[in-house]
């Protein structure tokens, strides 16, 4: 994908002339290639055979040296003896496509690294959590919201004893899929494709086949299931698997951990913007989870361990459950889709729904991969991947760039 944050990105009539990491690469070599091998004295060493063949001796004999150590393999030893017995074993994940396994991570290490390491997970410091725009540096980004469903979940599989970097990979992947402006753009999304669109499921997506010009990043499937199925409809409760059930104990943690995470951080935030007050929360449910929000978010996850301790089925118990489903559909009612945090939101959708009428009409404006999308599967579905992969500043500029007149431009 075309790597969208601010800085040196192209638009306008540019955007269609973007370079791709691999492009600029090849570039370079070529360069190099056709100047020739510079003699001594005027610049370089043209590199020897010899000295390459040694490096690469040197670099086996390193993989060798760590392989002899056994350390991914320690630690698998370490999960069978110290994990739950229905916990998720890293031995066991399986991937699309065969590969030398690391010599001292176990996959679902190598899957959160990959997730990390991308370039859409970068891109969701740019993101929207829920109020667009906001005014304050301390505004939960899409970003800090991942890391915060990270550090829940792990409290959680760490207590039950389960596989901590599977849940890791999860829940740092699960939100990478986001549009720019948050669920506004998702809304807008689903309806401009005609199958409609889910952040979960772009997500995976991106992990499967949009990242690394279009290769992937060939994640274990206990990874991607957990990714997939950690969203639940507006309209259900947590337990409702709009999506199937998880597959793994992790997967159910880490759908938890989203939404305690984003409950407990959206009234943070509310509250910061002055939308809601602490007295405003129903009294019921301030005394059945708590008065504050760092009680609150005890009992959830306190909650969580205690009702799932020594069972491979992971949840609430109904009481703490029915709370906090009767609190997300308050949020949602006062919050979410109230007038305050919403003032901006018919604005952000017209204006990214001018992006992608624009895109649509101008395929040959976008990126050379994505007009490779378009030729395979359609022009709406390679539209709606880079639109969606913009961020917030991106679709700005790209918005500016192609509809406003320089002279007015942002400042």
């Excluded at 402006?181 to 494709?193: M, Q, T």
């Excluded at 101008?362 to 994505?370: A, F, I, L, N």
Aim: net charge negative.
């Amino acid at each position: 994908m075309l790597e969208t944050g601010r800085s040196g990105d192209l638009t306008g009539g540019e955007a269609g002339m973007a370079r791709t990491d691999d492009d600029e690469i090849e570039h370079r070599r070529h360069c190099r290639g056709a100047a020739g091998a510079r003699p001594p004295g005027r610049g370089g060493l043209a590199l020897a055979p010899m000295a390459t063949e040694t490096d690469r001796a040197a670099r086996l004999s390193r993989t060798k040296s760590v392989a002899a150590l056994r350390i991914r393999e320690r630690q698998e030893d370490a999960e069978h003896s110290g994990l739950a017995a229905y916990a998720t074993r890293s031995a066991a994940g399986r991937r699309d496509r065969d590969e030398e396994p690391s010599p001292t991570r176990t996959a679902f290490q190598v899957d959160r690294d990959r997730i990390v390491h991308s370039k859409a997970f970068r891109r969701t410091k740019h993101k929207t959590q829920v109020f667009l725009a906001p005014v304050g540096d301390h505004y939960r980004t899409r970003l800090t919201h991942i890391l915060e469903v990270n550090s829940i979940g792990r409290a959680i599989a760490s207590a039950l004893r389960l596989n901590e970097d599977l849940l890791e990979a999860m829940a740092l992947g699960h939100d990478i899929g986001h549009t720019p402006f948050g669920h506004v753009g998702e809304e807008l999304l689903g309806k401009f494709l005609p199958e409609g669109f889910r952040h979960n499921q772009q997500s995976v997506r991106i992990v499967e086949m949009l990242e690394k010009n279009g290769k992937g990043l060939n994640l274990t499937h206990e990874v991607r299931d957990g990714i997939l199925k950690h969203s639940a409809p507006t309209e259900g409760g947590l337990e409702t698997p709009a999506w199937g059930i998880p597959e793994t104990p992790e997967g159910w943690v880490v759908r938890l951990a989203d939404k305690i995470a984003y409950l407990h951080h959206d009234i943070d935030d509310a509250m910061r913007a002055g939308i809601i007050s602490e007295q405003d929360l129903p009294q019921e449910l301030r005394s059945a989870l708590g008065s504050d929000r760092a009680e609150r978010l005890d009992t959830m996850v306190y909650d969580v361990i205690v009702n799932s301790f020594g069972k491979p089925e992971i949840g609430l118990s109904p009481e703490v459950q029915d709370a906090t489903n009767e609190l997300r559909q308050w949020m949602f009612g006062h919050v979410y889709l109230a007038g305050p945090a919403k003032t901006e939101d018919d604005k952000a959708q017209g204006m990214l729904w001018q992006l992608l009428q624009y895109f649509e009409a101008h395929p040959d404006r976008m990126p050379v991969e994505h007009q490779g999308i378009a030729a395979a599967e359609g022009t709406k579905r390679a539209v709606a991947d880079y639109v969606a992969g913009m961020t917030d500043g991106y679709a700005l500029d790209t918005y500016e760039s192609l509809f406003i007149p320089t002279a007015w431009g942002r400042r």
